[in-house]
């Protein structure tokens, strides 16, 4: 075994790959004298329990370091040293004591043993500096750090072709590989939590049964917890902790696949994402490209901080050299930078290639777009992803904001990008809970035109493109709930954040919930006052589900809430990797209750067009209609005028969507604490037309140029010679505990024709119509 002699350029891609009778080598350190590949074997008889080869690298061409090692199978064990020089207030901590693991690697194994020798300089027990200034450390860190290990990429399953559901029928889920399927029933013991277990036919039925077409995973790529979070006994559940952006997490796969080793566990992955493709569903992958887990500026040294720590990362500018930190975890990879550019469009072009997954969620994207003078969205980053022929038609969706300068920047990403979009969060929970809790105590609320706005689609931040309004609705990712803040049962029960559990004396976590515990804080235990705040708390979560699921674009649901899912008010339960953070599966009737809503919910999305809009609402006809997209009636049945949508006062809406097709839909929605009596909107005419004129859209998300009063222009209705408005069908009411009562009560008497019918809506409600 050994090395070749230099061709005097380096292989055409980074990282470790079979080729001929051994490996390709390449990797990055372009401020380094030297680097040594080192080839790594069990050995009993070592007082570290391994015996290591070292194979000196040619190089650098243009920074990077490489040869070719012959005899090097699948399954060996490698990583790297690199020598250069130790100068941290320039920027470079070059220590060839410490292994590094390859940047490329497709898998990994091993985790990092908590100590001195895992910090390229000398630390006290608490990880601090020791001394005025960092001084190298000569312990040597291979026994102590995850090893890289050379994978054969072949997989020999059944091929199966990507569902690529359209962005219009999508609904994502998001969830985490272990809390999904840890406790679920009928699953396999060996097989929960697991990669394997997503895929389960009694997993897939569940997410069959809800209506899911999306699985988004949090992330799932090699990661190392945080420090501080290790000395103290926990772990980084989340995975927000890149250690590698090639190789999957072993901790997710089976005992038989970690055991097995680094190539079994990718196989388990591949044969994960082949039986949900066979399934119909899609994954998406939560990625975390803007930041490492090598933390702060004096954090440990595993990798890019050994190899090119002022290439990999961003700095302040200042001496001492220091990391410049936008993400809020202590280092921000520097996207100005073209080989951070490439190692993350290489890292997803092998996701999307080789492991055939579907899209991508990006953490904190701001950061990936950032430029000498900030985010832009024409950074050579986002212009690759529009631009790929790989990955420009996968599903790609950011999170539009950091912690640095401008961070905030929902709409500001190009096409094809969606985005998440908290102003649809933070405008459903302000409706259903913010000012009701607010109202209960005598003061004002926010009326209706930030909600109205968000139902439509979100078109004041999503409309503004070249030309305009081509991104769609559908870029709009709605939700009320992620993985971080409050599930949606919380939501309802807790006013103030119950972080103990985390570690950190309730200091972490978000303050800005939005949520109203309805007179009780957390859970109620007295049954007399439960039989009055129980039936409000579970038909406020039914509200936000319902204006979720039935809104413009497209929506994600946190895995869980469609069960009820409480972690007893912990809005930042990251560290928990317990029941707090694990699904329960065993459902009281009132969770069941709540699972047949949200599966009937999503059946009316999939069924009725004018609840799947792609592009976004023009208050004009479109199609097979004379019918305006869009039509917004108040309680009287009239079109909203101006001074109503900037009334605060203002709390009952009534919004007409009509689809291509001639099919509609009404949504009446009264957020009052009383009854509100209504005049259903004019029901659609039988030649397809509106029943009366005006349909005024002069207030929220109708389309773009919008200017102060709201998005749109006002519609005259059409002249129409047939006579006889249809009825509207009484489809669902948010008051019904579950969606087989209303059935019972449809039969009793669903339609309710339009003219000068007058109804009483119950306080904090949510029905839907459609016109037959």
Known sequence: MGATGPTGRPPHRLGVHLAGDGVDVAVLASHADAVELCLLDPDATS?????????????????????????????????????????????????????????????????????????????????????????????????????????????????????????????????????????????????????????????????????????????????????????????????????????????????????????????????MVRLLHAAGIEVVLDVVYNHTCEGGTHGPQLSWRGLDPTVYYLHDGGMPARFADVTGCGNSLDFRRPRVVQMALDSLRYWAQEVDIDGFRFDLAVTLGRDDDGFTPNHPFLVALQTDPVLAHRKLIAEPWDVGPGGWRTGAFPAPMAEWNDRFRNAVRTFWLGDPAQAAHGRPGHGVRELATRLAGSADLFGYSDPPLMRGAVSSINYVTAHDGFTLADLVAYEHKQNWANGEENRDGSDDNRSWNHGIEGSVRDL????????????????????????????????????????????????????????????????????????????LRREHPALRSNGFYLGKPRGATDQPDLDWRGANGEPVSHGQWNDPAMRTLQMVRTAKDGSCVLLVINGSLDPVEVVLAPAPRQGGAVAEDGAGVDGAGAGAGAGADGAGADIDGADVDDPAPGPWKYLWDSVWERPDDLHTAAMIGALHPPADERLVLDPLSVRVYVAT
């Open 47 to 271: 007082d570290d329990g391994w015996a290591e080869r070292r194979i000196p690298l040619s190089g650098p061409v243009h920074g990077v370091w490489f040869t070719h090692a012959t005899g090097v199978r699948a399954g060996q064990h490698y990583g790297f040293r690199a020598h250069g020089r130790w100068d941290p207030a320039a920027g470079t901590r070059y220590n060839p004591a410490k292994l590094l693991v390859d940047p490329y690697a497709r898998g990994t194994e091993g985790s990092v043993v908590p100590g001195q020798a895992v910090y390229g300089h000398r630390v006290d027990e608490a990880g601090n500096v020791v001394g005025d200034a960092p001084e190298l450390d000569p312990t040597d860190s291979r026994a102590a750090v995850p090893h890289a290990v050379v994978i054969d990429d072949q997989f020999h399953g059944t091929p199966v072709g990507r569902p690529d559901v359209p962005w219009s029928d999508t609904v994502i889920y998001e969830a985490h590989v272990r809390g999904l399927t840890q406790q679920l029933q009928g699953l396999p013991a060996e097989l929960r939590g697991t990669y394997a277990g997503l895929a389960h036919p009694v997993t897939v039925a569940h997410l069959h049964s809800l209506g899911v077409t999306t699985l988004e995973l949090l992330p799932i790529h090699a990661m190392v917890s945080e420090p501080h979070l290790l000395r103290r006994g926990r772990t980084n559940y989340w995975g927000y902790s890149t250690l590698g952006f090639f190789a999957p997490n072993p901790d997710y796969a089976t005992a038989a696949a970690q055991q097995a080793g680094a190539q079994a566990v990718l196989i388990e992955v591949k044969g």
């Open 528 to 603: 007399v006052i439960g039989t009055e705040i129980l039936p409000l708390r579970r038909r406020s979560i039914r509200n936000l589900l319902a204006t979720l699921l039935l809104s413009a674009g497209t929506p994600m649901i946190t895995a869980g809430d469609e069960l009820g899912r409480t972690q007893r008010g912990n809005n930042n339960a990251y560290t928990l990797d317990d029941e707090t953070s694990w699904l329960r599966w065993e459902l009281e009737p009132w969770r069941e209750n709540l699972l047949a809503t949200s599966r009937y919910l999503l059946w």
